[in-house]
């Protein structure tokens, strides 16, 4: 079916003129997000199934050696802009510079970190370039023959997995949950290109626009569930605000940090940020230990790919056992009180 009978409004594209998978480089305050690394590691995976190359896409002010990083973590080539406009994080004007770029470099797959600004801004740049995009992708693949992205999500129930395809549009636009793909090493012996484009050359967005500042957090009890290597998580079977306490004390006697199920942050017994879940955050800390949670596949999700899981509930027939390396059945309190002296005893002793 051809793209006009799709959708009329839509001029028609020659794939054949697209070639080559873009990552677009999300930055704060001097550091490049994880996602984004992460995702460079995957477009090498399929750019080296079609034999193209990866380009990185970074935008800002003040970038400095920061747009060698790419490189070092396994892109081909740097393609950034740097200008004073872009030195506040505006989605009207990111997009239009990708969009820019997009249309005179022509990639065929371009990519995005799901973090809340590759949310706003991947759809801005698909509506621009009249282009399909799929959001909050868990895997991708590319068909050899037809070079079409093949991205996986799950469906709202999170029962089965969806395979979608742009067979008729390019670029392919996808943006990535974090943490779903690992963090390439880092190698400051790589070289790649680093292109350099101007902002006067492209056109800028009519209509007034607002801004968003960046925000410099101060520091918190506990890292965030995406950063920390041990992460303590908190079901429904913790029964309410005095359990995530609890689990808070256990988290910092182990250096660790607190999460919870979708159940937890519903009720408002932590906050929505530490929720971990196919609706939350993807983690893959060296442990994960489950306190009264029960495994239900949504949660499951976001926490599989944790290298080592503990699981501690009060019901032997809880799904979480299924995916736990190591089960403690029992009252919660008791156990988490146990390993609380314990690890007191320990300090002492040392």
Known sequence: MSSARICPEWPQVNKSEYKGIWVYIEHQNGVIKDGSLQLIGKARELAAK???????????HNLGDLVKEPIYYGADRVIYIDDEALSVYIPH????????????????????????????????VANTLRAGITADC????????????????????GNILAHIRTPNR???LASVRPNVFPTPPRDTNRKGEVIRESLDKL????????????????????????KADLVVVAGRGVAG?????????????????????????????????????????????TVYIGVGVSGAIQHIFGMKESKIIVAINSDPNAPIFEYADYGIVGDY????????????SMRKTN
């Open 50 to 60: 079609i034999n193209v190359d990866v380009s990185a896409v970074m935008i800002g």
């Open 93 to 124: 004007l990111y997009a239009s510079v990708i969009v820019n770029l997009v249309n005179k470099y022509k990639p065929e797959v371009v990519l995005f970190a799901a973090t809340k600004r590759g949310r706003e801004l991947a759809p801005y």
């Open 138 to 157: 868990t895997d991708l693949d590319i068909d050899v023959k037809t070079r079409d992205l093949d991205q996986v999500r799950p469906t709202y129930g």
């Open 170 to 172: 390019r670029p392919q």
């Open 203 to 226: 056109p800028k967005p009519n209509g007034s626009l607002l801004g968003v500042k960046p925000v410099i957090k101060g520091d918190s009890d506990l890292p965030p569930v995406e």
């Open 241 to 285: 605000p005095e359990g995530v306490k609890l689990l808070i004390e256990l988290a910092k006697a182990l250096g660790g940090t607190i999460g919870g199920s979708k159940k937890v942050t519903d009720a408002g017994w932590l906050p929505a940020d530490r929720q971990i879940g196919q609706t939350g955050k993807t983690i893959r800390p």
């Open 333 to 344: 309190r008791q156990v988490v009180q146990a390993l609380l002296e314990t690890l007191s």
